[in-house]
């Protein structure tokens, strides 16, 4: 009777780590999919990301760790020790990541785009096994120090009580109410803050092996007049309309189109009034009194709506 109350024990601490398996492969494809266009944008933000991985996958482990402690150390007849209650359900949970990884993940698994691990075998049981380490390793250890802490707490509370009470879901909740929040903080801050850093500029555009190689060429023709011409990457053509234009400022000022010019309070005028064309070769002719006086600083962006970012193709002072 009591082998089979062990061996029911074991069962259900396997399926417990068969859940913490599901909510650590949710977090990282969560993670990857919520970075990859900051990291396509911005290869050198993937440190952040790193230790953002890193350091959520081992407060997860641990909350595991405890609360398979709690699941199964406490209020039973024949209790586990938190340690191997640990060891089983990090095991356990890494077992079922590598696995839903493996399934799920395109075939060259660890060859992650910025990822934590640059490995490329193409040999499904080899990265499987790789992964597997890894994650055991670090989930079985996180997970049964997590236990054992929260065992040790939990003995060092009711070493003078007769009976220990099986905790509830909603005191379990409470009880890693820092741990959770420090997680969800950890998961969502550094995203936010390099999409913020992205928007407002503080973070530029450096993945030299997507960027379209556009630039603008800006001259005087008159002292009055300014000619800009468009040249444009033919090797990464647009891939619809509307989705590629150009924004062109004039010491700060919109002066993009003629409608533009109009509440700019810019004495200019623009040729064509629709302003410049995102093509190859396409020109623009920028004339009036506001160029005579002083030299002007011209600022020409591509935006790239299709792609999420945008360039600078012209800066300086004509």
């Known amino acids: 009777m009591q082998a089979f109350s062990n061996k029911r024990e074991i069962t259900e601490i396997i399926l417990c780590g068969c859940f913490g398996g599901i909510c650590l492969a949710a977090m990282i494809f969560f993670l990857q999919a919520v970075w ?46 938190p340690v191997f209650t640990g060891l089983l359900s990090g095991l356990t949970a890494a077992f079922v990541f590598s696995s839903v990884y493996v399934i799920v993940s395109r075939p060259y698994l660890l060859s992650w785009d910025n ?18 380490t890894v994650f055991g390793i670090t989930s079985g250890i996180l997970q049964a120090a997590g236990a054992w802490y929260r065992h040790s707490r939990k003995e060092s ?21 820092f741990l959770i ?20 500029g503080s973070i530029k555009w450096d993945n030299g092996f997507n960027r379209p190689f556009e630039y603008a060429e800006a001259s005087r023709t008159t002292d009055g007049s300014i000619h800009i011409l468009m040249r444009h990457d033919i090797m990464s053509p647009q891939r619809g309309p509307g989705l590629r234009f150009l924004n062109i400022t004039v010491d700060g000022k919109d002066v993009s189109t003629q409608s533009v010019i109009a509440g700019s309070g810019l004495n200019l005028s623009i040729d064509p009034p629709e302003g410049l064309a995102y093509r190859n ?11 005579y006086y002083n030299p002007v600083h011209l600022r020409i962006n591509v935006t790239y709506t299709d792609l999420g970012f945008r360039d600078v193709i012209f800066n300086g002072t004509i």
């Open 281 to 291: 070769n396409s020109s623009a002719i920028l004339t009036g009194d506001y160029l």
């Open 115 to 132: 990822g934590i691990l640059e490995v490329n075998t193409g040999l499904k049981l080899i990265e499987w096994l790789i992964l597997f």
């Open 36 to 81: 990859a266009p900051i990291l396509n944008y911005n290869t050198s933000v993937s440190l952040v990301y790193k230790f953002q991985m890193i350091g959520s996958s081992f407060i997860l482990f641990f909350i595991l760790g405890m609360a398979a402690s709690d699941l199964f150390c406490t209020g039973r007849k024949n209790e586990q020790g």
């Open 157 to 177: 509370k009711t070493e003078t009580a007769c009976v220990r009470e099986k905790p509830t879901c909603s005191g379990m909740l409470y009880t890693y109410r």
């Open 181 to 200: 929040l420090i997680l969800l903080a950890l998961l969502v801050i550094p995203p936010v803050a390099a999409y913020i850093g992205i928007e407002n």
